[in-house]
């Protein structure tokens, strides 16, 4: 098993932990042995998580319901964490929502406002009512950003700008803790199946063609998947303790290599 007690005992936080890349963390957290506390506004499936993870074990799981845009629910998630078990180890900034696709002209300063609450804020403020007890066990936070925090993305200025705060708060949240003993590191996700890659795919004019670019934009050919998430964050918490204020891509190499990139080529298949 990949994962095998690397963190028994320990306590770790997991923000959007319900479905896609969070429920992966929360797996493989699991299955390493640690109580893993995590969060969505929806109950059903947190629920049903819980008490799949329960039952597996050998770690644990508590569901605790969080809307990570009120600042209230986030208190609650942290103290709820420490009024059960005492002390908390690592936390995962995960929770996060990507807009519709809209060029600027179409996003209004309330909608940006709205996004970075949930994709920036939260992860702030989780890591502020977080971090004393943080600095007690020497812990660490694991930031999800995005790959497009990197290499941008088109239709979504407002989604990599919060990406792009959440990989710079980490460097500096990174300076700042490092003479408590907190690590704070970023993952910084490509293509990963999820439901929110799905939903988006399905908004789309042909769903099965959006897929298969999604899987062709990788130099791996495929996505990535919620437990190869999961375990690069076992990683980070678990084994990269002389790691602090990095940027790990989970990619697949989407990043590399020239690409047909201009907007006003017709025809790319020219340049061959
Ligand atoms: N999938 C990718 O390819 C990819 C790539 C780069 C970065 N990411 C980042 O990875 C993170 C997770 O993405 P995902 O693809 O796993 O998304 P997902 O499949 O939509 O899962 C998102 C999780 O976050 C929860 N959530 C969303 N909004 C929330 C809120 N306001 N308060 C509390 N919980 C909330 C969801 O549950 P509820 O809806 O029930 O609240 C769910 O558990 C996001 O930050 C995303 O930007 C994803």
């Known amino acids: 098993m990949a994962s095998a007690l690397r963190y028994k005992d320990k306590v770790t936080i997991v923000t959007g932990g319900s479905k896609g890349i969070g429920q992966g963390c929360v797996e493989v957290f699991v299955e390493a042995g640690s109580k893993v506390v995590f969060c969505s506004r929806g109950e059903t ?17 508590l569901f605790v319901r969080c809307d990570m ?8 998630l942290i103290n709820t964490t420490v009024e059960k078990y005492g002390q908390i180890d690592c936390v995962i900034n995960n929770a996060g929502t990507h807009p519709p696709v809209r060029k600027i002209d179409d996003i209004s300063a309330d909608d940006f406002r709205r996004l970075l609450d949930i994709n920036l804020v939260s992860y702030f403020l989780v890591a502020k009512y977080a971090m004393p007890y943080l600095r007690k066990t020497k812990g660490c936070i694991l930031q999800d950003s995005s790959l497009v925090a990197e290499i941008g993305q088109p239709g979504s200025c407002t989604y990599v ?20 003993g907190v690590r704070v590191n970023t993952f910084a996700p490509g293509n990963i199946w999820t439901p929110m890659w799905e939903d988006g795919a399905n908004q789309t004019r042909d769903p ?19 437990r190869e998430c999961g375990l690069t964050c076992l990683y980070l918490a ?9 940027n790990i891509l989970l990619s697949g190499g989407a990043e590399l290599n020239y690409g047909m990139k201009n907007p006003l080529q017709k025809d790319p298949t020219e340049f061959l």
């Open 45 to 61: 499936e947190g629920r049903d998580l819980e008490a799949r993870m329960n039952a597996q074990g050998p770690g644990s799981a």
């Open 69 to 76: 845009s009120s600042e209230d629910d986030i208190k609650n």
């Open 161 to 180: 700008a919060s990406k792009g705060g959440v990989t710079s708060l980490t460097k500096a949240l990174a300076i700042d803790e490092a003479a408590n």
């Open 208 to 226: 099965e063609q959006c897929k298969r670019n999604g899987e062709n934009a990788q130099l791996l050919g495929r996505f990535g998947t919620i």
């Open 238 to 246: 678990a084994d990269a303790t002389f790691c602090t204020g990095i």
